[in-house]
T-cell receptor
Framework: AQSVTQLGSHVSVSEGALVLLRCNYS??????LFWYVQYPNQGLQLLLK??????LVKGINGFEAEFKKSETSFHLTKPSAHMSDAAEYFC???????????FGTGTRLQVFP | DTAVSQTPKYLVTQMGNDKSIKCEQN?????MYWYKQDSKKFLKIMFS???????INETVPNRFSPKSPDKAHLNLHINSLELGDSAVYFC??????????FGSGTRLTVV
């Protein structure tokens, strides 16, 4: 079975600071990994995904994530936070033989001026 | 043109009522899903259908009945609504495990 763990239900940063949201996964087969963002009262928007190609994945809005098999991690980063980045972020996993997404519990990102 | 569209966006209803949420995708994907997001924002899969055939049923009460008239549509019917059914329900579609597209959600409030 697959699972993801998001460390930190809340993360607060100052505008312009580095954003680091942590995600660790568990999977007995090679995983596909995703980061989604949810703005207040809105749906889920795909930020980026890893599907066994390059381990450093660049997404929308300046976000990127690096797949590290040795650490079973897929942390999300952005060099400089913007006020508009304030949202809920979800890490998720699927595999070639499980046709569903399994989500982490989410991390709320707050950005202070 | 919205890829995965759900209706209604908001639904307020009384306990005991029966309601339906509709979902349509125009991406040509074979697989469609229903996810539930609870009050703590936790997202969990409820059902998946592949080309009109039920694939996943994740221990959802049988008051919830998905229906897929064709591979572009997956509707969710809920009987005898309870307070605990209040949540945001997301429809999604995919063409394989590498990519999932979500609808904008239906916020169901049972009073």
């Amino acid at each position: 079975a697959q699972s993801v763990t998001q460390l930190g239900s809340h993360v607060s940063v100052s505008e312009g600071a580095l954003v680091l949201l942590r995600c660790n996964y568990s999977s007995s087969v090679p995983p596909y990994l995703f980061w989604y963002v949810q703005y207040p009262n809105q749906g889920l928007q795909l930020l980026l995904k890893y599907t066994s190609a390059a381990t450093l994945v660049k997404g929308i809005n300046g976000f990127e994530a690096e797949f590290k098999k040795s650490e079973t991690s897929f942390h999300l980063t952005k060099p400089s936070a913007h006020m508009s980045d304030a949202a809920e972020y979800f890490c998720a996993v699927s595999t070639y033989n499980t046709d569903k997404l399994i989500f982490g519990t989410g991390t709320r990102l707050q950005v202070f001026p | 043109d919205t890829a995965v569209s759900q209706t209604p966006k908001y639904l307020v209803t009384q306990m005991g009522n029966d309601k339906s949420i509709k979902c349509e995708q125009n991406l040509g994907h074979d697989t469609m899903y229903w996810y539930k997001q609870d009050s703590k924002k936790f997202l969990k899969i409820m059902f998946s259908y592949n080309n009109k055939e039920l694939i996943i049923n994740e221990t959802v009460p049988n008051r919830f009945s998905p229906k897929s008239p064709d591979k572009a549509h997956l509707n969710l019917h809920i009987n005898s609504l309870e307070l605990g059914d209040s949540a945001v329900y997301f429809c999604a579609s995919s063409q394989g495990p590498g990519g999932y597209t979500f609808g904008s959600g239906t916020r169901l409030t049972v009073v």
